[in-house]
């Protein structure tokens, strides 16, 4: 039987997300979805809900239970967040004081993004 991870697995390749601009958007540790799948280990209900509020089209059956359809309704072509919201996001994470090896980070983490909209 198929776990629910490698569902997800199949989720981020239909969004068309690398695994961590996926893992980024639902609030998870940077590597959390690789991880999980290479120990295929189970998922807890706090990710669940993470990736049902983030992308609300997903059909909670199918990611659970396999059965159905991945989406209730059509995914839209940018679902993603803005890089003003993924900036302030990872702020208010980090707390007002960043580093400039934060910084740095955030920008890589930033421009990865906009070069994976653009593609």
Known sequence: MEKTINRIMQLVAELNLSARQFDLSIGSANG??????????????????????EYPQVNLVWLITGKGEMFITKPQENQGRSKAEIEAYINERLGNNISSEKKAFLDEILNEIENHKES
């Open 32 to 53: 959390y979805t690789l991880r999980m799948q290479k120990n295929n280990a189970s998922v807890g209900s706090d990710v669940i809900e993470r990736i049902i509020k």
